[in-house]
């Protein structure tokens, strides 16, 4: 599965972003997909997860309220849509697909990278203050 990522940018805080994640190559159906963000110095971390089945969502507290993760099938997309940016929301944004057997469609992916098999390469959000 290959992953690519687009949408990031400068936006001045209190803007909002919506950010894309492309898969092709395999079948995005099978894959719980999640978005985490990388700031210089920091540690990768979550940001939002969404089921393989779309039915289940999870964000990390630093994002609750302001993001949302969705996805399309027939598009084979995931999105991430950002609003009230805030400077501390600067960072490289990647997504990343973990598989799911058909009994696990529910399941949103964990906050841990490792737990992951594929990740995009990332787009740059800058949000000026």
């Known amino acids: 599965v290959q992953l690519q990522a687009s949408g990031g940018g400068l936006v001045q805080a209190g803007g909002s972003l919506r950010l894309s994640c492309a898969a092709s190559?395999?079948?995005?159906?099978?894959?719980?997909m999640s978005w985490f963000r990388q700031a210089p110095g920091k540690e990768r971390e979550f940001v939002a997860g969404i089921s393989s089945s779309g039915g289940n969502t999870a964000y990390a507290d630093s994002v609750k309220g302001r993001v949302t993760i969705s996805r399309d099938v027939a598009k084979k997309t995931v999105y991430l849509e950002m609003i009230r940016l805030k400077p501390e929301d600067t960072a490289v944004y990647h997504c990343?697909?973990?598989?799911?057997?058909?009994?696990?469609?529910?399941?949103?992916?964990?906050?841990?990278?490792?737990?992951?098999?594929?990740w995009g390469q990332g787009t740059l959000v800058t949000v000026s203050s």
């Open positions: 190559g395999g079948s995005f159906s099978r894959y719980a």
């Open positions: 990343a697909a973990d598989y799911r057997i058909l009994s696990d469609s529910r399941r949103v992916g964990g906050p841990r990278p490792s737990e992951y098999d594929y």
